[in-house]
């Protein structure tokens, strides 16, 4: 019933830019906090950000921030991942989750979408 879409994802150069897109259906999107994980090459799962119900206030890991920007569209029950000035080392497949405070304890999960940074 719980369904977590994610999109955008493909391959771009270092400096690059990608939004990514997770579409939400099967809830009430509006009342969950939501997050952004990823997984790269050989890496565990590393949480990389997230935003409260109402969008009014968001967190990022330390390697994104200043790059990444995470919003969310209530209206159209839609979390997205603005990635700007890409590098190599985002290269990850990359999921949407919603939770936000522990990755154990997120509830449900997108399939992911694969981005790749390469030139």
């Known amino acids: 019933q719980v369904q977590l879409v994610a999109s955008g994802g493909g391959l771009a150069q270092p400096g690059g830019s990608m939004r990514l897109s997770c579409a939400a259906s099967?809830?009430?999107?509006?009342?969950?906090?939501m997050s952004w994980a990823r997984q790269g090459p050989g890496k565990g799962l590393e949480w990389v950000s997230g935003i409260y119900s109402d969008g009014e206030v968001a967190y990022y890991t330390d390697p994104v921030k200043g790059r990444f920007t995470i919003s969310r569209d209530n209206a159209k029950n839609t979390l997205y991942l603005q990635m700007n000035s890409l590098k190599p080392e985002d290269t990850a497949l990359y999921f949407c989750?919603?939770?936000?405070?522990?990755?154990?304890?997120?509830?449900?999960w997108g399939q992911g979408t694969q981005v790749t940074v390469s030139s």
């Open positions: 989750a919603r939770g936000l405070a522990r990755i154990d304890e997120y509830d449900y």
């Open positions: 099967g809830f009430t999107f509006s009342t969950y906090a």
